[in-house]
């Protein structure tokens, strides 16, 4: 099953969205920060990338920057957790390489519904 | 899929706790004019946690609370709003209300809504101060798609052309067809046009383009919504068919899918949009269902610690060692006949260290930081000196000393107490500071460091210290001290941990009305500590605090008692003397009185009190151990001295009843139970000896 990358420096939405994707039979992968998700992608292959925007060390727009620069994550699907006021956000992300968003507050089904549609 | 989303609100609190001290800690330290950016990166970010969390868990309130918080902080970081005091004041309050909003989110309980709103409100004033764009842009981005809704019905043509980089997007086009196709009935032509020769060919460039007919009743929004991640990554045109109008995707905001509900002009809610919002609806009620099955959860909940993991493993490392001691001393039993004292006398040794270590341990899971108490003055000190019109540093040292939760959480009221004092009757005001030749700021230091088998706390400040004169003249006034009377300095110094003592100039709302020290000293000896008073006219006070790091454990003097071991707590001591019978006063039938240095002490004979047969009746052959409780001195009179030894201590209540006079009991070395006593309940019993509680006590003993 396709593995997703979790990256949030809250722990309880770490806990939803790695709770709530694993109800649904997908592997995942938890980092707290960019620094941290980074290290994880390079020492494993991800197949979607889930981060939180604001993050200490390395925010979620600079680790998409940088893991669209490696190969094997040109064309991997990555989201970035935008809240609505975030547009100018949702731009910078997808300058930097995002394929989209999802806005928080979301629920469950409709991270599912976002994952599964990246993944086909 | 449904999910229970309340299991994540235990974490979901926690973490908004803590980031609130985050918050409240960095706002505290900000500089007034030329703020660090990371420090209000981190207020923000963790503002910005709080409102996305409450959000996903459904906390309508506490994120639309946080929600204007961040909308000021953001401008504070983007530096387009000046970081004032005033502006930090209006921030603090609101990070008090967010705590108060969460406590009766996770407790089930009720927050005053009048004070948030007042706060509230207070936030908006002061973003309206400054800059209110970005509120008007959201206005506009949820109106625009609205306006732009086509009336009409025919098909849709959609013209789908990706830019050649749209695979390193890591968007799929055939994932967009699948999801037009979902939509409605659609008929896709694929464009091939832009396909280069063969050897031109790069697997990674998108050439090719799509037509797509599709239903007419499709929802535009619901259209846009698909190609919503990419519209600058396609040329993408919406036309209706019988239209000559080209509704560009690109030329109109692309509706959020949760300001696309929330857009006045449809009236007619989209099939897509009416399915999405009826998702929300139900997920709205699936939430306030959470927050009820939560709030019962927490509160008939235990209190909980959250234990450092390098404890735990030390714990079971120990245990790992106590297995191996255990199985080597059970070899013994099989080695039938022949014994290796040596063996064995090793064994027990270890098993001697393994127990010590064990219990250490296992005390230290209920040791916290005590920057868990301090951590709040920071903020205390701030609000009062600003109160006060005086400039007072705080110092905190040693905040990484560890101590029992249960005294960590009863030591905050007397912390609070005392620190306010230090501002309020301790540091000068800065004229007065400056007259005295000293800094317009004062310093108010609280230190922490662990000494023997206690937590010494201290709270010391550079301030005016103690006046002898004032202090003396003000207890003779009282009648505390006798007018011919002449105390020494520290005799002095104590005559402010007298009940009623008060000498503030006028009763402030800050120290209180004089019911001060002497509480401070009560709950100081409750949890059997001592408090000291080091001050110095002109110069400062210091006050010290000296508390067992536990409540489990306590070290006691043992005392016989004819065939009786009795065990008296080391810090209720004053003295221990032979008693001489001169200085006996017999005053009523069962009142004797010991003349003390001058002072006339009760004699407690503890074989009276507990009924039992004592070796000796007369004072000259046993000792007066001399124990001071609640403020009173008595002479207990036991038989002998017996060792000091830490003891363990068993509730009696628990596992007995209350007994007047006795704290707790504790089992010695020998198997034998011993009861340890309560200094303050001694005295008082014999003052009233009469009492029905007394008969009871004959009885228990």
Sequence with gaps: ?120 | MSIDIAQFHQVFFEESFEGLEVMESGLIDLEIGRPDSEAINAIFRAAHSIKGGSGTFGFTAISDFTHVLETLLDEMRNGTRDVTREAVDVLLLAVDSLREMLSAARDGSDFDAAAVAEVHDRLEELLKLGHGESTAVDAADATAPAAAAPASTGAWLIRFVPHPHLFTTGNDPVRILRELCALGEAQVQADCSRLPDYAEFDAETCYLAWTINLDGNVEESAVREVFEWIEDDADISLIREHDEEDVAVTAAPVADATTAQDAPALQVAPPVDDRRSGDDRREGEDRRGGDRRAAGGSASGTSSIRVDIGKIDTLINLVGELVITQSMLGNFDEDSGQIDYDKLREGLAQLERNTRELQESVMRIRMLPISFSFNRFPRLVRDLSSKLGKQVELKIVGEQTELDKTVLEKIADPLVHLVRNSLDHGIEPPADRIAAGKSAHGTVTLAARHEGGNIVIEIGDDGAGLNPEKLLAKARERGLVGAEEILPEDKIHELIFHPGFSTAKEVSDVSGRGVGMDVVKRNIKELGGVIELDSKFGHGSTIRIRLPLTLAILDGQLVRVGGQTYIVPLVSIVESLQAQSDRVKSVAASAELYRLRGEYIPIVRLYEVFGVEPQSRVLEQGLLVVVEGEGQRAGIFVDELLGQQQVVIKSLETNYRRVEGISGATILGDGTVAMILDAGGLIALHRHPASPKAAHTNQAA
């Design chain 1, 1 to 120: 099953m396709a593995n997703v990358l979790a990256v949030d420096d809250s722990a309880s939405m770490r806990q939803m969205v790695s709770f709530t994707l694993k109800g649904a039979g997908y592997d995942v992968t938890e980092a707290v920060d960019g620094q941290d998700a980074l290290s994880k992608a390079r020492s494993g292959k991800v197949d979607v990338v889930l981060t939180d925007v604001n993050m200490p060390n390395m925010d979620g727009i600079e680790l998409i920057r940088q893991l669209r620069g490696l190969p094997q994550y040109k064309f991997t699907p990555m989201l970035l957790l935008t809240t609505e006021s975030g547009a100018d956000k949702k731009a910078e992300g997808k300058a930097a390489g995002a394929t989209g968003w999802l806005v928080k507050p979301f629920n469950p089904d409709q991270l599912l519904a976002t994952i599964s549609k990246v993944l086909g």
